[in-house]
């Protein structure tokens, strides 16, 4: 009896463990869960590591941009320029059309003249040759061509405008941007890249307006957008060690240009002298400069021709820059500047867009202010 129940109970388990084998083998396995995130995470290795430091993920790299080119922004600016400027022009061609150019006539366009910052002396030119042109008897010269060629000896298309932007013996050329703050000065650094990088330069930019946070802030997204390192350090570091880096870089990546904007205080011009001083000294250690930019905001009329003044004196200007020419600034300030710092206006900047800057051409811009 004993035998009988061993071998039942032997059988019940062998059964039991068939009937279990076989629904174990039916049923399909539950999928893995899908762990994949597309982060990147330490290895076991560093994550045993207390002191190793996390492993960054970056986002991927903003899409850099293409500059316009130099040619297609000279066209759009020249007939913006025309469209901000063209009503000095047309002023003072209805005033030299009429049958008889009395003396009222004369004071009349001297004041147009006048009301276009281009100065006294400049006016006094421009009355004397329109006289001599237009009272020749018989066959008095076109107005509109007398008036076209006293304006272009006065902007003086035989200044040297070329931008010194490459360096000798292999080392890139070196561009200091001056200015006080609101002229645009930042903002020009960062297009003046854009020129550059549409010609196929490689540039590097210096942050060295450190006394505001802002500016390093732009220069850095300017820099971005086009692909072009900018060397910058913290709030308040002495620009002049910025500048350094900047263009110890250069020197050492083999880039064409290095481009360093600089602070804009105008407290006294014994600090600015002192500032802007050893910024070039230190600088040159590495490289010589090559140009000295002078930004003006355009709108400022004789404020601009003040701080043009001071800032000739502390640092040698090469060239200007003129932001701001459309709207309400007056053309005659090209005139102005020119005769006040015996140096020619380079770039001039016409709206808030990033390729809103292009090479000053005389005879293009008088072309423009006569519509």
């Known amino acids: 009896m004993a035998l009988l129940i061993l071998i039942i109970a032997v059988v019940a388990v062998v059964l039991i463990g068939a009937v279990v084998g076989l629904l174990v083998r039916g049923r399909k396995p539950a999928p893995l869960p899908d762990t994949h995130t597309g982060v990147i995470v330490q290895p076991p290795e560093a994550a045993e590591d207390a002191d190793a430091p996390p492993v960054e993920v970056s986002a991927p790299p903003a899409t850099i941009e293409k500059p316009e080119s130099t040619a297609s ?35 009349s366009i001297e004041d147009v003249l006048l009301t276009a910052d281009l100065g006294v002396g400049p006016t006094q030119q421009v009355v004397e040759g329109l006289r001599t042109r237009l009272r020749v008897e018989g066959a008095p010269e076109d107005p509109k061509a007398a008036l076209r060629a006293e304006l ?4 003086d298309p035989a200044m040297d405008r070329r931008l010194q932007v490459s360096g000798a013996d292999g080392r890139p050329g070196v561009v200091l941007v001056v200015g006080v703050n609101g002229t645009g000065k930042t903002t020009t650094v960062g297009k003046l890249a ?30 971005e957008r086009v692909g072009v390192e900018v060397v910058r350090g913290t709030e308040g570091t002495d620009p002049a060690s910025v500048a350094f880096d900047a263009v110890q870089h250069g020197v050492e990546a083999g880039v064409d240009t290095v481009i360093v904007d600089t602070a804009g205080r105008l407290q006294n011009k014994a600090g600015l002298m002192d500032e802007l001083g050893k910024v070039k000294r230190v600088i040159e250690k590495q490289a010589p400069v090559t140009e000295v930019l002078l930004v003006i905001d355009a709108t400022t009329g004789q404020n601009g021709l003040i701080q ?3 800032f000739s004196e502390v640092v040698d200007v090469t060239g200007v820059v003129l932001t701001k020419l459309d709207g309400s600034a007056k ?10 710092l015996g140096v020619p206006v380079k770039l001039v900047g016409l709206g808030e867009g990033p390729d809103d800057l292009a090479p000053f051409d005389a005879e293009a811009f008088v072309d423009a202010l006569l519509g």
């Open 73 to 107: 922004r000279l066209v759009r600016l020249r007939q913006r320029l025309a469209g901000a400027q063209g009503g000095f022009g047309r002023g003072l061609l209805a005033l030299l059309s009429r049958d008889r150019l009395d003396e009222d006539t004369w004071e």
């Open 152 to 155: 272009v000896n006065l902007v």
């Open 194 to 223: 854009r020129i550059l990088v549409a010609e196929d330069r490689k540039v590097t930019l210096g942050a060295a307006d450190t006394f505001r946070a802002a500016a390093v802030d732009q220069l850095a997204t300017w820099g």
């Open 308 to 310: 043009a003044r001071v």
């Open 331 to 340: 053309g005659g300030i090209v005139v102005s500047v020119q005769r006040e």
